[in-house]
Every structure is written in C-alpha cells, then in structure tokens.
C-alpha cells in the first residue's frame, strides 16, 4: 500500500518561496511518477507539474511555467514541489499524488499542505 | 474556468441513484483514460474510478463510471449519508499536455 506523507502547513510572506515535501513509503519512488495539485479554498483541483515517465522530463501547467518546481530525492524516498514569487492567491491546499507508469490516473494522494501566504 | 466541465451540485434521497457527468474535448475525455475522485469534506482527494469505468479494490460498486465520446458520467447507486461529498473527473489533455480535472460537483444527500 503506497502512503504519501505531506511536510506540515506553511505561512509565507508575500514574494517568498515555499518547499513542500512528500514523503514515500510503500513503493519504490523511482518506480512512481509524482505529480503536485493545488486546490484553493472552495475550489477544484488545478495540475501544477510532475514526472512525465513517457517521455522521463517533468513537465509543468501553463500557468505555472518558471514558478514551481518539482524535483525529488530518491535516496530519501521524497518528493518536492518550489513554489516561488508567492502572492496571496497562492493561499492554497497543495497535495502530491502518485502515477504508477502505464496508469493514467493518480491512484494516491497526500494528506496536503495548506500554504498561507499573508503579509 | 476548468477544462472539464461538471455541474456544481446534485442531490438526492438516500437509497436513490445519482449520475454526475463531465463533459470535455476530444483532445481530453475523447483520447484519453477518464479517472473520478471523491473529497469527503476536510480530506484529501480519493480514487474511485479509473481507466473509465474500473474501479480499484475496496471501492463498492454502487460507484461505476462510463464514457461516450468527449463526455463522462459517474454513477452512484442506493445513495448513503456517507457518500455526501465532492467529485472530480479527472483526465489527460494531449493538446494542452497537461493533467486536467473538473470544476467537482458536490452531492448532498438529503
């Protein structure tokens, strides 16, 4: 059974950047194609980026080129998403969620990371 | 504005049978695997149906999923209180190259 562990809620400061991670256990990460999704408050799910293992790049929304940033670590099992240049807009839930290859669908999520971002 | 779309809210008595659809392009519903989650209000999101229309282990099937087209719908049989909760179609847009979701119904279970 795959868990995907959050790092605890954030309070940034505007133009600030913020690091969330997503800790793996239950399955090898390397064999995972880790994806990040933001949901802000009354609203839906919005993709911001993650492993693409069909063409092995990570690639981003389009609304968040050069802004976020999803990397991982594999020696730790962790997966992170950068979210940078933060306004209050990006006062948001953030979830990580994980694709096994071949599977077109995220069949596990995080507990989510509830970014502030208040001056 | 999502890619998908999906009505705001549907409800129904328990026991009753509820359909939520979504509806998108042929780049997205049309060429693509449609997945559905549920959001039990205050946690995060959980799959329920996948590839169109399976559904993982431990899902009961009063939950089922079918796909016509560029459009999606979820069904949900002999309603409970439990199943009071927001649902998201879910698929990948091959234009846009991107993941995308839609803007989630909420089920109220009168």
């Known amino acids: 059974q795959v868990q995907l562990v959050q790092s605890g809620a954030e309070v940034k400061k505007p133009g600030a950047s913020v690091k969330v991670s997503c800790k793996v256990s239950?399955?090898?990460?390397?064999?995972?194609?880790m994806h990040w999704v933001r949901q802000t408050p009354g609203k839906g799910l919005e993709w911001m980026g993650g492993?693409?293992?069909?063409?092995?790049?990570?690639i981003y929304g389009e609304n968040w080129q050069g802004r976020v940033t999803v990397t991982e670590d594999t020696s730790t099992a962790t997966a992170y998403m950068e979210l940078t240049s933060l306004t209050s807009e990006d006062t948001a839930m953030y979830y990580c969620?994980?694709?096994?290859?071949?599977?077109?669908?995220?069949?596990?999520w995080g507990q989510g990371t509830l970014v502030t971002v208040s001056s | 504005q999502s890619v998908l779309t999906q009505p705001p809210s549907v409800s129904a008595a328990p026991g009753q049978k509820v359909t939520i659809s979504c509806s998108g392009r042929?780049?997205?519903?049309?060429?693509?695997?449609v997945s559905w989650y549920q959001q039990l209000p205050g946690t995060a999101p959980k799959l329920l149906i996948c590839?169109?229309?399976k559904r993982p282990s431990g899902i009961p099937d009063r939950f089922s999923g079918s796909k016509s087209g560029t459009s999606a719908t979820l069904g949900i049989t002999g309603l409970q209180t439990g199943d009071a909760a927001n649902y998201y179609c879910?698929?990948?847009?091959?234009?846009?190259?991107?993941?995308?979701f839609g803007g989630g119904t909420k089920l109220t279970v009168l």
């Open positions: 969620a994980s694709r096994r290859f071949g599977n077109y669908y995220f069949d596990y």
């Open positions: 239950g399955h090898t990460l390397s064999d995972l194609s």
């Open positions: 492993f693409d293992p069909e063409h092995a790049e990570t």
């Open positions: 042929r780049s997205s519903i049309g060429n693509n695997y």
């Open positions: 590839e169109d229309n």
């Open positions: 879910g698929t990948w847009d091959s234009n846009l190259s991107a993941w995308v």
